[in-house]
């Protein structure tokens, strides 16, 4: 499994690449064709397959504990019960979905939100698998506080834990099967209709955000899977609440876009220029902060994480920053995997976009760091 993890970690930074560029040109082609049912329906497939291809690398990533995470304060019973909305249009009529709390207070983790979005999903996709005739799931949140390490997982730090368990009234699993059910490609679905990612999947990210996943089953019995997930200090709760949305002006910018591969460069010059932006492109970093400090210099730096030569992309923006203090910064990588690394990112308080990213989802980073009107 560990091997898995290696190898993964190995190619995603150049698949994602790979990835972006199928992407980015699928929905430009969308955006500049004249509408044709036949052209959308082949657009529509090739950005499907694109995106179907971009889950897959983050499972893995997500099960080797390498994947992008971005923690932050959650308030875990309020994310449960938009979820619980998405889940009755996913799930279908035969499934009833419930939730219970040990309190309405709000219960804060400190996790990345689309990420256990993602891991509750694929949990339930397998709960409703194993109801095929209809059945109940519920989701429980609680509190624990764990004061020794338990014998079964030493990788369960003493500390407090905010606990997410979804129940199902399942067929279950023989003690064997469920040995086996983190283990990346393992799957007991057959025609092709399961990965054996999903649940790989909410293994690595439970590990990586500080906490550790259990299954019970048995045959007959139903399913229970908890996800331990770190119990957010006081100091993040207190920044939750009083942390207000910014509402970026919807202006042009002057953006600097840092990136070592030309045809990727290329793509997102022109997601930029098609959202209006006005786009200098560098491909090393050395050639960057020269446009930094050229006249006209630009409104926001959009780095790659991973540079072919020099510095890094934390590196220029730090040099970025010591020449222009203040100068909004946007990372995005396909791979970033060095604890250290994205701990440094966060530091910056700079968005993270995670190769592929759709132009839409560049477009809300763009505007999330651009907060005041360019000089």
């Known amino acids: ?26 929905e430009l082609l969308r955006a500049y064709l004249p509408e044709d049912p036949y052209t959308d329906e ?4 090739v950005l499907r397959a694109t995106l179907h291809g971009r889950d897959l690398t983050g499972h893995l990533l997500a099960f080797s504990r390498r994947r992008l995470l971005n923690p932050q304060p959650v308030d875990i019973n309020a994310l449960v019960s938009d979820i619980v909305r998405l889940l009755g249009r996913t799930l279908g009529a035969m499934i009833q979905i419930t939730t219970a709390a040990d309190c309405d207070a709000p219960v804060i983790a400190l996790v990345d939100p689309s ?12 709960a409703r698998d194993a109801m095929p005739d209809g059945g109940a799931l519920t989701i429980r949140t609680s509190t624990v506080h764990v004061i020794e390490t338990p014998v079964t997982d030493d990788d369960l730090k003493p500390g407090s834990y905010v606990v997410l368990a979804l129940e199902d009234t399942g067929t279950g699993m023989p003690p064997e099967v469920a040995a086996k059910a983190f283990e990346p490609f393992y799957t007991t ?23 550790t996943v259990t299954i019970a089953s048995e045959p007959g019995a139903g399913t229970t899977v908890r996800m331990f997930l770190p119990l957010a200090g006081i100091e993040h709760q207190q920044s939750m609440l009083n942390t207000a949305p910014i509402e970026a002006p919807a202006v042009p910018r002057m953006i600097l876009v840092v990136e070592d591969e030309a045809d990727v460069r290329k793509i997102i010059r022109r997601q930029l220029e098609s959202l209006g932006h006005h786009v200098l492109a560098a491909e090393a970093p050395t050639e960057a902060l020269l446009l930094l400090s050229s006249p006209g210099a630009p409104d926001l730096l959009l780095t790659d994480v991973v540079l072919a030569s020099g510095m890094n992309g934390i590196e220029l923006a730090a040099a970025a920053r010591a020449a222009r203090p203040g100068l909004p910064i946007v990372f995005m990588s396909g791979f970033t995997a060095a604890p250290e690394a994205q701990q440094r990112i966060r530091e910056t308080g700079a968005p993270l976009l995670s190769k ?5 989802q560049l477009e809300r980073a763009v505007n999330a760091v651009c907060a005041t009107e360019p000089r």
């Open 189 to 211: 679905k057959t025609g092709g209709r399961g990965t054996g990612l999903g649940l790989s999947m909410v293994y690595g990210f439970t590990k990586q955000s500080g906490g």
């Open 115 to 126: 990420a256990l979005e993602a891991a509750v999903l694929n949990v339930a996709l397998n």
């Open 356 to 360: 592929p990213f759709t132009t839409r």
């Open 42 to 45: 082949i657009i529509d497939s």
């Open 1 to 26: 499994m560990e091997a898995v993890g290696q190898l993964t970690g190995g190619i995603a930074h150049d698949f994602n690449n790979i990835l972006a560029i199928i992407l980015g040109n699928a």
